[in-house]
């Protein structure tokens, strides 16, 4: 049995993560900065690398699983030290205490460490990374903190995740559906959507067979975000008319990668998982929130 603490308790991935871990033996502690008794989070301050040290040594924790950051990738341009507070300075502290307590970190990354470079085809982990913004430098900084501190990991870099909890693209749909008669999405920006869900039951998988090293996961598939916009109006029937744009059509004040589909090989090899075609969790995630 695992003592398992959990950092982004509050999140969607921490939630989620709480759903597949309901009958798991092992023993969870759920945190976030906010104590929220309803979701079942007791508070602690992932920057506070003492308290942190001081529960896991308390506890017995031997595994740390890191679902926060900040992930609010336009306000990451304006707010820089935030974003490597959170991404990669905190980052750097859970994994000299898992270093230190002999714990195995698990730590979240994100497809956004690519970007600079043009890809056609799903990115290997052997791929050199190339973020384009300060969010997904931050993350690839985080990464690196991970490497370099000595503890056992497994860093898994997803992309494009939703859930039926707090705020993503897929809650951002259904309400502008509800509100327009249409909605103009980008066309021109391919990756994969992701059940927050499925990478919950990957993240329970890993923890059950821990293995050091940098791995992909999303769900199956490709698509843009005007088509996973599209298969969310028609899958719950909304009569909202999608409509493409382009990147210059639609400007942020961060860049996205163009292309940031992520291959699945090694994580499937490595822990043997069958991972589910994007368009099949969409359906699951919009059934369980009553809308088909």
């Not at 979701?39 to 992932?46: E, K, P, R, T």
């Not at 304006?78 to 000299?96: R, Y």
């Not at 991970?146 to 990991?153: D, H, L, N, P, Y």
Request: glycine share 8%; with cysteine.
């Amino acid at each position: 049995m695992h003592t398992i603490l959990v950092t982004g308790a509050c999140g969607q991935l921490g939630r989620e993560l709480q759903i597949v871990s309901r009958n798991s033996k092992d023993s969870f502690i759920f945190t976030d900065v906010v104590q929220d008794d309803e979701v079942g989070a007791v508070y602690l301050d992932m920057t506070d690398t003492a308290s942190v040290a001081a529960l896991v040594g308390s506890e017995g924790v031997d595994v740390i699983v890191n679902c926060a950051a900040y992930t609010n990738v336009d306000a990451a341009e304006d707010n820089p030290v935030l974003a490597e507070k959170l991404n990669c300075t905190a980052v750097e502290g859970l994994a000299k205490v898992a270093a230190d307590a002999g714990a195995f970190l698990v730590h979240i990354s994100t497809d956004y460490v690519f970007g600079g470079e043009t890809f056609s085809s799903p990115i290997p982990e052997t791929c050199a990374p190339s973020p384009l913004g300060v969010y997904g430098r931050s993350k690839l900084a985080g990464e690196e903190a991970v490497m370099r501190s000595g503890c056992e990991f497994a860093i898994i870099r997803t992309a494009w995740l939703y859930s039926e909890f707090c705020r993503n693209f897929l809650k951002t749909m259904l309400t502008l559906f509800d509100t327009r008669g249409s909605v103009s999405v980008v066309d021109d920006q391919r990756g994969t959507p992701t059940y927050a869900y499925d990478l919950a039951e990957l993240i329970m998988k890993v923890i059950e067979n821990p293995r050091t090293g940098i791995f992909h996961f999303t769900d199956e598939g490709e698509c843009s975000w005007y088509g996973f916009a599209s298969a969310i109006a028609l899958m719950s029937g909304s009569s909202c008319a999608v409509v493409p744009c382009t990147s210059e059509e639609y400007p942020t004040k961060a860049r996205r990668p163009a292309y940031s589909v992520l291959s699945k090989d090694k994580v499937k090899s490595v822990f043997g998982v069958a991972v589910p075609e994007w368009e099949k969790s969409l359906e699951v995630c919009l059934k369980r929130m009553g809308l088909i």
